[in-house]
Every structure is written in structure tokens, then in C-alpha cells.
């Protein structure tokens, strides 16, 4: 199972009466909320009408409220222990995994975890960076992958991992797989990657592409750790050096990163989750010499409260410059981690921003 992490929360007052009025099951078993004018404690997610802010004192338990002369509500019942949130998305989790032959609504999900549609799909995304059918949609992946490398039978692995039609997931393999599940189930034989090194103002730069579009982009020191990298999902693919295939869209590449060339418009063929992808694609729309917030890019998804989730798709990503994580800094504007150096991201938006700037003058 996909392993939850949650992002630390910051307690404050005015933390804590967000969360008692969006009634936030995040917060379920952090504190209590105590209402003078009834006399009584309550959970912050009670479902009993709203009291005025200045009626509202906050404890940190059960135990400190009836020490202050508060009695327990009798509908939320705030001595009574709950799961944790990352302990519901967990059982979230288990059942979609238990049920990946079918389609789990919302109400369906919440019902077995005991949440509301609306207030299981923020937590879970919250907790888990992604919505619940996102979650599926991955976790379907996996489980395919993991069938077509043990079977020989690409039919039933098609439908044990969950896919109900062969045509369903054939459509969707490109973009899943970067190959058809046939080709996948045989760890990439059949399929050749072209590949070429050449030097440029970064260090060594990598470009390996399919058929289908560009699948590699990598920058660093070491020529056989960068070929070493196209083998990793791919283990029998037919992975060989050809300059001349590569050389056009190499050339692309280095003049755009030599700031001879603005945009770099390259057909990609990557493999990732379906999150990720939703966050590469973002990344391709942020403007040459611009920068974006971890933050901004969760908005651009949809997906606000995914900030954690989408550094971790730009650490994945495998496409470098085309697909532009190096864009991606921090609320701040100082630059974070940088799966290629952060040296190497202050040179690329510094190249950028001059040939930005050199646009616009002329």
C-alpha cells in the first residue's frame, strides 16, 4: 500500500477556529472546543450549530474543559476515541485496494470509513496528495505493472489488476506505461530507446526518446550513471547510442539551454502516476523566466493542499528543461532541492530570465 504522510499543522487560535468552522476531521482529537454561554465541550467537527467566536474557549483535552467547569456534548461524544486522519485514509486506501475492479464513489468510501463524501475527499487529499480516485487510478497502475512482470498472460493481468475492458487500458497505456502492456509485461523488450551525451554549459546533458517522444532528459557529472538511469524501468528494452537520431532533438535542447532558443516545444513520453503527470503538465505552461510556488502549482491542479505531493513529483521528474521543475521554487522565491543540482537550477532560470528579458527588448 501506498504509504500517507501528513504535513505538520500549526496550532494556533486561529488555526483551531478554521478548523471548527469548516468542522475539519484533520483536527478531530487535536483539541476541544468549550462553549460559555451552554457549558459545554465539544469535538471541533460536532455537527451542532456553530457557536459566536466570542463564546468559544479552546482546551487541549477533554480533562482541561471539565476542569474549567465544562461538561461533555452528548451528540459528538468528545471522550470517545477516534482514528486519526492518516488512520482513515488508510482504511480508505484498503478498500480501494480491496475493490479495484470497480468504480468506489464518494459516498460509498466515506460510508465505509465512517466520513462525509465532502469531508472524506479533503482529508484524503490532504493526507495522501492526491483525491481518492487519483489514489485508485495509481494504485490500479501498480498492480498492473506488478501482474504483466509475473504473468505471461496479459489478458488476466489486464483484469486481476482491475482493468474492467482490455481496450480501456490499451487506450490508456501510452500515457501510463510509455508502451503498450504487452511490451511492459516483457520489461521493455521490442522496445527501442535511442540515447546520445553531449556536453553543454551544465555538465553532461542525456537525451533518450522513444518512438513516441522525448523519455529522458538528465544533466549531471558521470556519462555511465546518466545511461544507467534508461534502464531502470526498462530492463530489456533495446536501449542503444544513436547521435544521429538524437542529434536533432539534442540540438533543440542544448540551444535552448545555451539561451539560443526560447521555447522548447519536445513530444514527451514519460511514465508516472496520474498525479504526476497532472503536475508535469502544469510545470509546461509556467512562462520562460517565470517561477511558480510549490503552492501555486497545487492551485494550478487543483489541488491546494497537495504542496508536499508536488515537490515530490518535480524530484521524479525525468524529463529536464522540457518539462521545467526548475521553475518550481518556494513561497519564499529561494530555491529548494533540485533533483539535477540546485547549481545547476539557478543557472537555468538565470539563462532564462536573460533570454526573457532579451525578447522583450527586442
Partial sequence: MTQTTTAPIVINEETRWQALVDRDPLFDGTFIVAVKTTGIYCRPTCPSRRPFRRNVTFFDGPDEAEAAGFRACLRC?????????????EQACAYLTANLDRTV?????????????????????????????????ARRLETLKSQLRERDDVTSALYDAGYGSSSRVYERA?????????????????????????????????????????????LGDDDANLEAALHREYPAAEIERD????????ARVLEHVSGQRESLDLPVDVVGTAFQ???????????????????????????????????????KNPTAITVPCHRVVRSD???????????????????ERDSAMAAADS
Fill in 333 to 351: 522565491g529561494t530555491l529548494s532541492g533540485y533533483r539535477w543540482g540546485v547549481e545547476r537550477k539557478q543557472a537555468l532560470l538565470a539563462a
Fill in 277 to 315: 503527470r497532472r503536475v508535469w503538465e502544469a510545470l509546461r505552461t509556467i512562462p520562460l523566466g517565470a517561477t511558480r510556488s510549490y503552492a501555486e502549482v497545487a492551485d494550478m491542479i487543483g489541488e491546494p493542499k497537495a504542496v508536499r505531493a508536488v515537490a515530490q513529483a518535480c524530484a
Fill in 105 to 137: 464513489t464518494l459516498s460509498e468510501l466515506g460510508e465505509a470509513v465512517g466520513l462525509s463524501p465532502h469531508h472524506l475527499q479533503r482529508t484524503f487529499t490532504r493526507v495522501a496528495g492526491v483525491s481518492p480516485r487519483a489514489w485508485a487510478d
Fill in 243 to 250: 547521435d544521429d537520431r538524437i542529434g536533432d532533438w539534442m
Fill in 77 to 89: 461524544k468528545p471522550r470517545d476515541e477516534r482514528a486519526p486522519a492518516a488512520t482513515i485514509v
Fill in 174 to 218: 501510452p500515457g501510463q506505461l510509455g508502451m503498450t502492456p504487452g511490451t511492459y509485461q516483457r520489461g521493455g523488450r521490442g522496445m527501442q530507446i535511442q540515447w546520445s551525451i553531449r556536453d553543454c554549459p551544465l555538465g553532461r546533458l542525456l537525451v533518450g526518446a522513444t518512438e513516441r517522444g522525448v523519455s529522458a532528459i538528465y
